[in-house]
C-alpha cells in the first residue's frame, strides 16, 4: 500500500520544540519531492516547508525561517520537520505530501501538484 504517514504531533508550550516525522511505504521516499503543510482552524491550508527528491534543496515559507527545519533519512524513509521556537500561531494540523513529479525550489517551494498525502498530525502550541 503507498502512503504517507505524519506523527509527532502534540502540545507544547511556546518557545518549545516539536519533531515532526513523514514516513512512506511502498514507494522510496528519497526520489519525491516532499512537502509539509498546515492548516489551522478557519484558515486555508499554507505551504510550510519543501524539500526535493535530490540535492535536498529545501524552501520555507517566511513566517517560519530560522525556526523550522526539514531534513530526511533515506534509510527510514522519512522526512522530519524540526521545529523550535513555537508560537501560538503555530498551531495548526500538519500534512505532509509528497510526488515524484513535483519539484521543490529554493526560490518558489513546490512546483506541480502532489498526490500522496497523509491524513496529518495536530500540532497546538499553548501555555
Known amino acids: 500500500q503507498v502512503q504517507v504517514e505524519e506523527s509527532g504531533g502534540g502540545l507544547v508550550q511556546p518557545g518549545g520544540s516539536l519533531r515532526l516525522s513523514c514516513t512512506a511505504s511502498?514507494?522510496?521516499?528519497?526520489?519525491?519531492?516532499v512537502g509539509w503543510f498546515r492548516q489551522a482552524p478557519g484558515k486555508e491550508r499554507e505551504e510550510v516547508s519543501c524539500?526535493?527528491?535530490?540535492?535536498?534543496?529545501?524552501n520555507y515559507t517566511d513566517s517560519v525561517k530560522g525556526r523550522f527545519t526539514i531534513s530526511k533519512d533515506n534509510a527510514k524513509n522519512t522526512v522530519y520537520l524540526q521545529m523550535n521556537s513555537l508560537k501560538p500561531e503555530d498551531t495548526a494540523v500538519y500534512l505532509c505530501?509528497?510526488?515524484?513529479?513535483?519539484?521543490?525550489?529554493?526560490?518558489?517551494?513546490?512546483?506541480?501538484?502532489?498526490?500522496?498525502w497523509g491524513k496529518g498530525t495536530l500540532v497546538t502550541v499553548s501555555s
Open positions: 505530501a509528497a510526488d515524484a513529479r513535483a519539484a521543490c525550489t529554493v526560490e518558489r517551494g513546490l512546483v506541480g501538484n502532489m498526490n500522496y
Open positions: 511502498g514507494f522510496t521516499l528519497n526520489y519525491y519531492a
Open positions: 524539500i526535493s527528491s535530490v540535492g535536498g534543496s529545501a
